[in-house]
């Protein structure tokens, strides 16, 4: 598994120590740096005097609970990203630890897969969301001023609030004009395309192009979290509806009401739940866990998966009444070794974007660099080449020009070793 690097350490506190030696040590597996608190003070004292890319806190621990650590912390690093573990029993706490400002919660226990899941979401998520203040980069500064003019070619950039989309390739700039085209209407939206491609970045253009905008994008990732959990994450439940629910919970789709809700990985959903979904859609309503009366909704779907669904249909995984029911809108992004016009603008952004993250000037791209990448397979597609990118311009730190040894890419262009 491939991991980010990160400049400063993930801080592990939990006050049992088999847990923070088994976490530790997944994480350094995947290339983190690491440092253990055996308590919540101890943690808060380390956060005082240095610096830390991550809390990654257990909830239950004697004399100061995670959620007072986290309320502590968001004092003094408010842009902290800091994540919740907790038991079974527990999970109306982990919810209210995300209201005082959590990147997000993990039911123990817990595979180390899902972890590093989240680990990595919530490095990239802080990486995205820097001020001006904390990278050096102007964020609305235009991007290779002076590019288009220089390759004779219209650039696509066009601003979410989540990334840009940055593209000349004509059939990606169809895709665009199309969304926008569909952007205002209420019907789902069933987005099938390989890992990489930035399907979720779609997913929150066609929601900035609509008169949703304003109003929530609330994103679930039906792979990331157990069929229990997801029903109560997807509909809410009632206080008393199982052990731990203590107060009343809004799901997902009621936190999306009058927005857009984006079901990624839906190929993985159980199902049982696939039956619910699909009642959703048809009538608009939801039962809450332990409700009573269903509640109305005005959501927008959009769902992603980079599966064949049709095949999933066929083999019984995945209901076709729900296939039809997602697929209206039907769209598929092209994998990056067929759009190979875009390769030299994106490894140019993804150039200034990692000089700037870890404050280096940013290097001119030998041509044969362009060459190379080209050439290649990218079977990981965009998400697979900012990491090549990412580690050339660590590897060229003392380069007066970025080449094409900084790449570490082997197997001849023709499939990733990396």
């Not at 999306?256 to 190929?267: C, P, Q, R, W, Y």
Request: proline share 4%.
């Amino acid at each position: 598994m491939q991991s980010m690097k990160t400049e400063a350490p993930i801080l592990i506190v939990d006050d049992e120590v088999e847990m923070r030696i088994a976490l530790s040590a997944a994480l350094k597996r995947c290339q983190f740096e690491v440092e253990l608190s055996h308590n919540a003070t101890d943690a808060l004292n380390k956060v005082k005097k240095n610096s830390y890319s991550l809390i990654l806190s257990d909830m239950t621990m004697p004399k100061m609970s995670g959620i007072e650590l986290l309320k502590e912390i968001k004092k003094i690093k408010p842009n902290l990203p800091f994540i919740i573990m907790t038991a079974h029993g527990t999970i109306e706490t982990a919810v209210e630890a995300m209201k005082q400002g959590a990147f997000d919660y993990i039911l123990k226990p817990f595979d180390f897969d899902t972890v590093i899941f989240l680990v990595e979401r919530a490095l990239t998520h802080q990486q995205e969301t820097f001020s001006p203040q904390q990278n050096g980069v102007l964020e609305n500064a235009p991007l290779f001023a002076g590019q288009e003019e220089k390759k004779g070619a219209k650039v696509e950039k066009l601003r979410s609030s989540y990334k840009e989309i940055i593209t000349k390739d004509p059939l990606m700039l169809e895709l665009l004009n199309t969304c926008q085209s569909i952007a205002a209407s209420k019907a789902t939206v069933l987005i099938q395309a390989e890992s990489g491609t930035g399907k979720e970045l779609l997913a929150h253009y066609i929601h900035n192009h609509s008169d949703r905008k304003n109003s929530p994008f609330v994103a679930v990732n039906c792979a990331a979290l157990p069929e229990s959990l997801l029903e109560s994450e997807l509909f809410g439940h009632k206080r008393g509806a199982f052990t731990g629910a203590i107060q009343d919970h809004k799901g997902k789709f009621e936190q999306a009401h009058k927005g857009t809700i984006l079901l990624d990985e839906i190929s993985e959903m159980a199902l049982p739940l696939q039956a619910k979904l699909l009642r959703v859609l048809q009538e608009y309503k939801i039962d809450r866990i332990g409700g009573t009366s269903p509640i109305d909704i005005d959501v927008r779907v959009i769902a992603t998966t980079n599966r064949n669904l049709l095949d999933y249909v066929d083999q019984a995984k995945f209901r076709e009444d729900l296939y039809f029911r997602l697929n209206v809108i039907p769209l598929s992004l092209p994998p990056l070794r067929q759009r190979t016009t875009d390769i030299p603008l994106l490894a140019e952004y993804f150039v200034q974007k990692h000089s700037g993250l870890n404050q280096l000037p940013i290097l001119e791209i030998a041509e044969e660099v362009f060459k190379v990448l080209s050439a290649y397979h990218w079977r990981g597609n965009i998400r697979e080449l900012e990491n090549v990118m990412e580690r050339a311009v660590l590897l060229s730190k003392a380069s007066k020009k970025l080449e094409p040894g900084h790449l570490l890419m082997l197997g001849g262009g023709q499939k990733s070793t990396l």
